[in-house]
């Protein structure tokens, strides 16, 4: 490489020393998912999907997703109702906007709360190793023994029915927003903090880990500004593919009754005694169950370009 | 081997203590379960109490982990309230077997959970049958017949039911199976239930109410695990040994279903090992919908009656089971693949 003071060397290289400039590894990451047609196609949906939540808010204003008019119980679909009605007469078209919004910052929420602990567990665990490490891990397979479901229920009711109502923006929400935010981040955080760990086994006996120490670099640094960005790949697919498992979760515990509860409307919590309803009215418990549908789908679709994009070997099944 | 054995059941031990520790610890603040017995008639404070001190709930919670645990035979406890412990325990705790008492129903525990287990085990035996023979089908024929149309239907269809929630498509093959074939006056299929009460709980007519319960479950699992098949079908066909089999001039048709089949099935056994414990978990949303009188219904109700016991049951149950799978997922791995030698 010649430096810029010196321009005219480079006109003299011989032409194949002149080929494009080396793609640094997102680039390359890029191209790798611009080819993943379905990543491209879930990316396209989830944005959509976002327009439609937070876009249909300009639409109809909360009120109007939480007016009810008794008189027009369960009316099926039509032009002033698209989606219909529910069993109290909110209009269910203005309640999948709006617990959509719901639906998708419970899901990004609670994935940040699972990986600030699956990062911590498993750096923790990876870097020191010893006693910790298997004090952590522990820990993981003992969380990983139960499955979420119940973990889910039985936290829903140890944390359940004690914050109060939270004022943000204008909009009244629900307390039990946050409390699945935290139950959904804590039940699902050991499958990130067995990856990290892994990533941390391997990466610490690099040799500018070494170097690092050397240089008596302290442990935090080493940690966070040393491992951490190499083994971010990782855990971005993970994260990716947690905001779905968690939009799935809040589905299931409202569904079940135990999550958010109304008046702020879930996907999940749309659809809990829909069932009683199958035969009467089945746009109460279609709509819903099909925009989760599509939520998942796209984003498990980019969390399978995401892992190709970034790790060329590791395909997945 | 028989050392492995011992050495991965003395790791199990541990671990459940571990998790029964969690889960008591979570139990604590499920909710008042006493608030909860009187039914219609408000409790007076001096039954209050007294209720409290005879379920011991008045005990910190070491000393109601100790007696869960242990049980409390072996020592006194104040039951009349004067301060003074003289009525011996009767609970023998759950190291010798005893769960102890339903708080909601007075049933033992193990009594409790044996009624409805069967339930629970026939809805999910039955799914993962109906798993593992269709994959098997399916994920053969897409690896014989790689790019072929339906090899690329499987594949849509695989990411499609594994984002599936289960109420979703239980909700939908009801309302098409169950409502509208009954509308258009095919044969239709029941949706709740396990039998109909006229007619009785015959075999017939729990098959009858079991299809869509097991359709339901099946489809989610069912694409997953044919991709499964068909990758490691498509690794085995291209061995060396098959081409060996193929030169020799074996019949195609014991190449793929002898020689091939039988090491692609090998990786299966892990998935269904780990899986099988897991679908009980999978049963509570599938039973409330369907209302099957199962497991997963029963801890719905005795939790929001908080009735410690049986949900205390029920999870260490479940954990129990995740631990054995996996042991025995190792042990009939190395028995089928005689590759593997685990360490002693």
């Known amino acids: 490489m010649q430096t810029s003071s010196q321009p005219t060397p480079v006109m003299l290289l011989p032409a194949d020393e002149l080929?494009?400039?080396?793609?640094?590894?997102?680039?390359?990451?890029?191209?790798?998912?611009?080819?993943?047609?379905?990543?491209l196609f879930g990316a396209v949906v989830l944005?959509?999907?976002?327009?439609?939540?937070?876009?249909?808010?300009?639409?109809?204003?909360?009120?109007?997703?939480?007016?009810?008019?008794?008189?027009?119980?369960?009316?099926?679909?039509?032009?002033?109702?698209?989606?219909?009605?529910?069993?109290?007469?909110?209009?269910?078209?203005?309640?999948?906007?709006?617990?959509?919004?719901?639906?998708?910052?419970?899901g990004l929420l609670a994935v940040s709360i699972e990986s600030l602990i699956g990062i911590l567990v498993g750096a923790l665990a990876g870097y020191y190793g010893g006693f910790l490490d298997s004090l952590l891990m522990r820990i993981t397979e003992a969380m990983l023994n139960i499955p979420e479901i119940f973990l889910l229920i039985v936290m829903a009711k140890f944390?359940?029915?004690?914050?109060?109502?939270?004022?943000?923006?204008?909009?009244?929400?629900?307390?039990?927003?946050?409390?699945?935010?935290?139950?959904?981040?804590?039940?699902?955080?050991?499958?990130?903090?067995?990856?990290?760990?892994?990533?941390?086994?391997?990466?610490?006996?690099?040799?500018?880990?070494?170097?690092?120490?050397?240089?008596?670099?302290?442990?935090?640094?080493?940690?966070?500004?040393?491992?951490?960005?190499?083994?971010?790949?990782?855990?971005?697919?993970?994260?990716?593919?947690g905001v779905a498992n968690a939009i799935l979760a809040e589905a299931y515990i409202s569904f079940l009754g135990l999550g958010v509860q109304p008046p702020t409307a879930t996907w999940g919590n749309m659809l809990d005694g829909a069932n009683n309803y199958l035969e009467s009215a089945p746009w109460l418990w279609f709509f819903p169950g099909l925009l989760i549908l599509l939520t998942v789908l796209s984003i498990n679709f980019l969390g399978d370009g995401l892992r190709d994009a970034f790790d060329p070997h590791s395909r997945a099944v | 081997m028989g050392r492995y054995i011992i050495k991965r059941l003395l790791q199990g031990i541990p671990l459940l203590f571990f998790i029964s520790i969690i889960l008591f610890v979570l139990m604590m603040n499920m909710g008042d379960p006493v608030a909860t017995m009187g039914g219609r008639r408000v409790t007076r404070a001096s039954d209050y109490e007294r209720l409290r001190r005879q379920l011991g709930l008045d005990k910190p919670i070491y000393t109601q982990y100790l007696y869960w645990l242990i049980g409390n035979d072996w020592t006194k406890t104040d039951v009349d309230g004067d301060g003074i412990a003289e009525t011996p325990g009767t609970r023998r705790g759950v190291l010798r077997g005893d769960f102890g008492v339903s708080l909601v129903t007075r049933k033992p525990v193990l009594q409790v959970i044996g009624e409805r287990l069967p339930n629970t085990l026939i809805l999910m035996l039955a799914s993962e049958f109906v798993i593992i023979v269709g994959s098997l089908l399916v994920g053969v024929y897409?690896?014989?017949?790689?790019?072929?149309?339906?090899?690329?239907?499987?594949?849509?269809?695989?990411?499609?039911?594994?984002?599936?929630?289960?109420?979703?498509?239980?909700?939908?093959?009801?309302?098409?199976?169950?409502?509208?074939?009954?509308?258009w006056g095919l044969?239709?299929?029941?949706?709740?239930?396990?039998?109909?009460?006229?007619?009785?709980?015959?075999?017939?007519?729990?098959?009858?109410?079991?299809?869509?319960?097991?359709?339901?479950?099946?489809?989610?699992?069912?694409?997953?695990?044919?991709?499964?098949?068909?990758?490691?079908?498509?690794?085995?066909?291209?061995?060396?040994?098959?081409?060996?089999a193929r030169a020799k001039g074996l019949p195609r048709r014991e190449v793929v279903y002898v020689h091939a089949l039988k090491n692609a099935s090998l990786p299966i056994v892990t998935v269904v090992g780990l899986d099988l414990p897991l679908l009980l978990g999978g049963a509570v949303v599938t039973e409330r919908i369907f209302a099957w009188?199962?497991?997963?219904?029963?801890?719905?109700?005795?939790?929001s009656r908080s009735d410690l016991p049986v949900v205390m049951g029920i999870l260490m149950m479940i954990a129990t089971a995740v631990v054995v799978f996996q042991i025995l997922t190792d042990i009939v791995y190395a028995w089928l693949d005689p590759r593997i030698r685990y360490e002693k």
């Open chain 1, 19 to 39: 080929e494009t400039p080396p793609l640094s590894p997102g680039q390359l990451a890029w191209r790798r998912f611009r080819r993943h047609k379905m990543a």
């Open chain 1, 47 to 106: 944005i959509l999907l976002f327009v439609y939540a937070f876009g249909g808010a300009l639409i109809f204003p909360e009120s109007y997703a939480n007016y009810t008019d008794t008189s027009l119980r369960l009316s099926p679909p039509s032009a002033k109702h698209p989606f219909g009605t529910d069993t109290i007469g909110r209009d269910v078209l203005a309640r999948t906007i709006y617990g959509g919004q719901i639906s998708l910052i419970i």
């Open chain 1, 159 to 241: 944390f359940g029915g004690r914050i109060p109502e939270i004022h943000l923006l204008g909009r009244v929400f629900s307390g039990s927003v946050i409390v699945i935010v935290v139950i959904i981040g804590l039940t699902s955080w050991m499958y990130l903090a067995r990856i990290v760990r892994a990533e941390f086994l391997s990466i610490k006996e690099n040799e500018f880990v070494l170097a690092a120490r050397a240089t008596g670099t302290s442990n935090f640094e080493i940690i966070f500004r040393h491992i951490l960005p190499n083994s971010i790949a990782p855990i971005i697919v993970s994260a990716t593919l």
């Open chain 2, 142 to 183: 897409s690896a014989l017949r790689q790019y072929s149309v339906l090899d690329h239907i499987v594949t849509a269809f695989s990411f499609i039911g594994y984002s599936m929630p289960i109420f979703f498509i239980a909700l939908l093959s009801m309302y098409v199976f169950g409502v509208l074939f009954k509308r």
């Open chain 2, 187 to 244: 044969p239709y299929l029941p949706t709740v239930g396990m039998f109909d009460p006229q007619a009785g709980k015959t075999a017939a007519q729990v098959l009858w109410h079991m299809v869509l319960p097991v359709l339901s479950i099946s489809i989610i699992s069912f694409a997953a695990y044919s991709r499964y098949i068909r990758s490691t079908m498509l690794e085995v066909l291209g061995q060396d040994y098959i081409r060996t």
């Open chain 2, 293 to 303: 009188p199962g497991m997963g219904r029963l801890f719905l109700d005795h939790v």
